[in-house]
């Protein structure tokens, strides 16, 4: 706190250094990870989803999306891993060992757990981007101009927000025709009305401080006022929030393969594992099944911890 | 006084309604989707494939399948929607009206229990956690609260049911609400547990329970992390505020002062009601899936799935019917609650 000091300048543009008075602080990343050990590991997680995303189809030992001679093989104990990890790094395995098993049409499955990223996080981080690009200039323009358009943009909003968010997300990906960029476009939609509410709330606020009547005092434009002084102030329940909408998207998208609405098998994706070992589960072919919502699980774990920490730089 | 209020709000929630209406229909219509190609299946000859467009009426403009879904100026000869009238559904020829009366109440029962049985586990614990921050059951809650819902539920439904159906063998397998050796209950109100006891029969009342027993679960466990989180953070600012702070120098009890910062707590959680029950809607589609509990979600895959698109239509608009009217419900029970709020 106290070792930035704010000194108002009396030049014209002082209405900035007011703002940075009011919202207090930067976010302290690296003080943040030394005192805040979710946040280390929420960033941790964050960050190996996103190699994941990048090199996960490429490093894996086997190809994600053709069969190998060995089915439903359960994963090795726990007692052997020691000795392959050794002769994984001596290269004395005759085959890379299939460390989580394999599926029922004998595809690897730590090698499809570790592709998969590929579709789920590019998918959810796309989705969830692209709402709040959407949603915060909608929100921005419809909490800046308050007139008969932006209510009727307020309204059709509020309708969209009655939908439910499922079966909104599934239809349009049913009908529009299963393909990773539909999946996103309907991410997209159904998740920019919360984007619009929360960046709209924000404008609307921001706009009774006094930095923005100081702006409007030097003579900048309405328009300009909205974009380089309020929108930047205006971002941070949005972000918090993008950072949990990524969360909710990434089940989305596997909840979507699950029910058969989602990306066509075989492509490796989460959800469609889940789908895929459900019914042998039951029989006690778990490895299947369980590993996906594992790694599905910490990934969702990971971005909630790093929404968690904004929120609380927030308040 | 509360009566205008309750009037205006059904004005605007039946706007809402028309809202959703038009927008569910024209955008299934302006998708690239051919429902009659989907139903004759892609080798029928072009008779068969018009015979079939001009049954099922989408040879008509726009306009007038728009007039006939909504009962205004129809030349179908059947009501619309402004007469109460969803269709006729294109897959199984049943009124879509009369299939979601039999499949919501499903919904609405798993919702309702897991509900009610979250805010009993969630309530104590925000409670608790709130009033010692750092203590014991905060740091159990803080994980399970951090995830605010945004769990893989379907996931976890299937984990459920391996340890305790498959390991354990304490649950019944995940398929139906009842023992299909036992004669389903006649329908009352659509609530399995409820009708079994309105006609006396309890062992088809315990073997409802025992099948609500995992999906219940999961749906619990999956939402009543965000409702903890929601608690604490009430609890907090409540704990915070000045009238507590006044409560405290006057010398009141501990457990007083914390009855008042539980009533100041409890009012906005009645908001939250209102959000989790149509989290949970949307949550029941998977778990239904999981389960094969037949309800509204199940009935919304399998129509969405075979483009039916009178039953896409009447799913959209039941369910935000639903939620639009527990958000009216919920409003007018905290306008009873909360003396500061004044219509």
């Given at each position: 706190?106290?070792?930035?000091?704010?000194?108002?300048?009396?030049?014209?543009?002082?209405?900035?250094?007011?703002?940075?008075?009011?919202?207090?602080?930067?976010?302290?990343?690296?003080?943040?990870?030394?005192?805040?050990?979710?946040?280390?590991?929420?960033?941790?997680?964050?960050?190996?989803?996103?190699?994941?995303?990048?090199?996960?189809?490429?490093?894996?030992?086997?190809?994600?999306?053709?069969?190998?001679?060995?089915?439903?093989?359960?994963?090795?104990?726990?007692?052997?891993?020691?000795?392959?990890?050794?002769?994984?790094?001596?290269?004395?395995?005759?085959?890379?060992?299939?460390?989580?098993?394999?599926?029922?049409?004998?595809?690897?499955?730590?090698?499809?757990?570790?592709?998969?990223?590929?579709?789920d996080?590019?998918?959810?981080?796309?989705?969830?981007?692209?709402?709040?690009?959407?949603?915060?200039?909608?929100?921005?323009?419809?909490?800046?101009?308050?007139?008969?358009?932006?209510?009727i943009?307020m309204?059709?909003?509020?309708?969209?927000?009655?939908?439910?968010?499922?079966?909104?997300?599934?239809?349009?990906?049913?009908?529009?025709?299963?393909?990773?960029?539909?999946?996103?476009?309907?991410?997209?939609?159904?998740?920019?009305?919360?984007?619009?509410?929360?960046?709209?709330?924000?404008?609307?606020?921001?706009?009774?401080r006094?930095?923005?009547?100081?702006?409007?005092?030097a003579?900048?434009?309405?328009?300009?006022?909205?974009?380089?002084?309020?929108?930047?102030?205006?971002?941070?329940?949005?972000?918090?929030?993008?950072?949990?909408?990524?969360?909710?998207?990434?089940?989305?998208?596997?909840?979507?393969?699950?029910?058969?609405?989602?990306?066509?098998?075989?492509?490796?994706?989460?959800?469609?594992?889940?789908?895929?070992?459900?019914?042998?589960?039951?029989?006690?072919?778990?490895?299947?099944?369980?590993?996906?919502?594992?790694?599905?699980?910490?990934?969702?774990?990971?971005?909630?911890?790093?929404?968690?920490?904004?929120?609380?730089?927030?308040? | 006084?509360?009566?205008?209020?309750?009037?205006?709000?059904?004005?605007?929630?039946?706007?809402?309604?028309i809202?959703?209406?038009?927008?569910?229909?024209?955008?299934?219509?302006?998708?690239p989707?051919?429902?009659?190609?989907?139903?004759?299946?892609?080798?029928?000859?072009?008779?068969?494939?018009?015979?079939?467009?001009?049954?099922?009426?989408?040879?008509?403009?726009l306009?007038?399948?728009?007039?006939?879904?909504?009962g205004?100026?129809?030349?179908?000869?059947?009501?619309?929607?402004?007469?109460?009238?969803?269709?006729?559904?294109?897959?199984?020829?049943?009124?879509?009206?009369?299939?979601?009366?039999?499949?919501?109440?499903?919904?609405?029962?798993?919702?309702?229990?897991?509900?009610?049985?979250?805010?009993?586990?969630?309530?104590?614990?925000?409670?608790?956690?709130?009033?010692?921050?750092?203590?014991?059951?905060?740091?159990?809650?803080?994980?399970?609260?951090?995830?605010?819902?945004?769990?893989?539920?379907?996931?976890?439904?299937?984990?459920?049911?391996?340890?305790?159906?498959?390991?354990?063998?304490?649950?019944?397998?995940?398929?139906?609400?009842?023992?299909?050796?036992?004669?389903?209950?006649?329908?009352?109100?659509?609530?399995?547990?409820?009708?079994?006891?309105?006609?006396?029969?309890?062992?088809?009342?315990?073997?409802?329970?025992?099948?609500?027993?995992?999906?219940?679960?999961?749906?619990?466990?999956?939402?009543?992390?965000?409702?903890?989180k929601?608690?604490?953070?009430?609890t907090?600012?409540?704990?915070?505020?000045?009238?507590?702070?006044?409560?405290?120098?006057?010398?009141?009890?501990e457990?007083?002062?914390?009855?008042?910062?539980?009533?100041?707590?409890?009012?906005?959680?009645?908001?939250?009601?209102?959000?989790?029950?149509?989290?949970?809607?949307?949550?029941?589609?998977?778990?239904?899936?999981?389960?094969?509990?037949?309800?509204?979600?199940?009935?919304?895959?399998?129509?969405?799935?075979?483009?039916?698109?009178?039953?896409?239509?009447?799913?959209?608009?039941?369910?935000?019917?639903?939620?639009?009217?527990?958000?009216?419900?919920?409003d007018?029970?905290?306008?009873?609650?909360?003396?500061?709020?004044?219509?």
């Amino acid at each position: 706190m106290a070792d930035r000091i704010v000194t108002v300048p009396e030049e014209i543009d002082q209405h900035i250094d007011v703002a940075l008075l009011h919202t207090d602080t930067r976010f302290r990343f690296r003080e943040r990870l030394r005192k805040d050990p979710l946040f280390l590991i929420g960033s941790i997680i964050v960050a190996l989803s996103l190699f994941l995303a990048a090199f996960g189809p490429h490093i894996a030992p086997y190809d994600p999306t053709a069969a190998t001679a060995e089915i439903a093989e359960p994963p090795p104990a726990l007692s052997e891993w020691p000795g392959l990890l050794v002769g994984v790094i001596r290269g004395t395995n005759e085959a890379p060992p299939h460390w989580l098993g394999t599926d029922q049409s004998g595809l690897d499955v730590f090698s499809r757990v570790i592709a998969a990223p590929r579709t789920d996080i590019t998918i959810a981080l796309a989705g969830a981007l692209l709402s709040l690009a959407l949603g915060t200039i909608i929100g921005l323009v419809a909490g800046f101009y308050r007139n008969w358009a932006t209510e009727i943009v307020m309204r059709v909003s509020d309708v969209l927000q009655a939908f439910p968010v499922f079966i909104t997300a599934m239809l349009l990906v049913t009908l529009s025709g299963r393909s990773v960029i539909n999946i996103v476009i309907a991410l997209a939609l159904v998740y920019t009305p919360i984007f619009v509410r929360l960046t709209r709330a924000e404008v609307m606020s921001q706009s009774a401080r006094g930095y923005v009547e100081a702006a409007r005092a030097a003579g900048n434009r309405p328009f300009m006022i909205a974009l380089k002084h309020i929108l930047p102030n205006s971002m941070v329940p949005a972000l918090v929030q993008t950072s949990v909408t990524i969360g909710f998207a990434i089940i989305l998208t596997a909840g979507l393969s699950f029910v058969g609405a989602g990306v066509r098998p075989p492509a490796p994706e989460w959800g469609l594992m889940i789908s895929h070992g459900a019914s042998q589960l039951i029989l006690g072919e778990w490895w299947t099944s369980v590993f996906p919502g594992i790694a599905m699980t910490i990934t969702v774990f990971g971005y909630a911890a790093i929404a968690r920490a904004f929120e609380e730089w927030f308040r | 006084m509360i009566g205008r209020f309750v009037l205006k709000r059904l004005g605007i929630a039946f706007l809402q309604l028309i809202g959703v209406a038009l927008v569910v229909f024209f955008m299934i219509r302006m998708l690239p989707a051919d429902p009659v190609a989907r139903l004759v299946g892609m080798n029928a000859s072009k008779d068969a494939y018009e015979q079939s467009a001009r049954a099922l009426g989408v040879d008509q403009p726009l306009w007038q399948q728009l007039a006939n879904f909504l009962g205004v100026f129809s030349n179908s000869g059947q009501k619309g929607l402004l007469q109460g009238n969803l269709g006729v559904s294109w897959v199984t020829n049943t009124p879509v009206l009369t299939e979601i009366r039999d499949v919501l109440p499903v919904t609405l029962e798993i919702v309702t229990y897991s509900l009610l049985l979250a805010f009993l586990i969630a309530l104590p614990l925000g409670l608790a956690s709130a009033r010692k921050p750092g203590g014991i059951a905060d740091r159990i809650t803080l994980i399970w609260g951090m995830f605010a819902g945004a769990q893989p539920d379907f996931w976890w439904g299937l984990l459920f049911v391996f340890v305790f159906y498959f390991l354990l063998n304490v649950a019944p397998p995940p398929m139906g609400r009842i023992d299909p050796l036992l004669a389903t209950p006649q329908a009352i109100t659509g609530f399995m547990t409820i009708d079994t006891l309105l006609q006396g029969r309890f062992d088809a009342f315990l073997s409802a329970l025992h099948h609500l027993m995992l999906p219940v679960l999961t749906l619990v466990y999956v939402v009543s992390g965000a409702i903890v989180k929601m608690v604490r953070t009430n609890t907090l600012r409540a704990l915070q505020s000045d009238y507590i702070l006044y409560a405290r120098a006057s010398g009141l009890p501990e457990a007083q002062v914390a009855r008042y910062a539980l009533r100041a707590a409890l009012t906005p959680a009645i908001t939250l009601v209102g959000i989790f029950y149509s989290v949970l809607l949307s949550a029941a589609v998977t778990i239904e899936v999981v389960f094969t509990m037949g309800g509204i979600g199940q009935y919304a895959v399998r129509s969405i799935l075979a483009f039916d698109y009178p039953a896409i239509q009447g799913v959209v608009l039941v369910v935000a019917f639903v939620s639009l009217m527990i958000y009216l419900l919920l409003d007018i029970v905290h306008a009873y609650l909360d003396p500061r709020i004044r219509y």
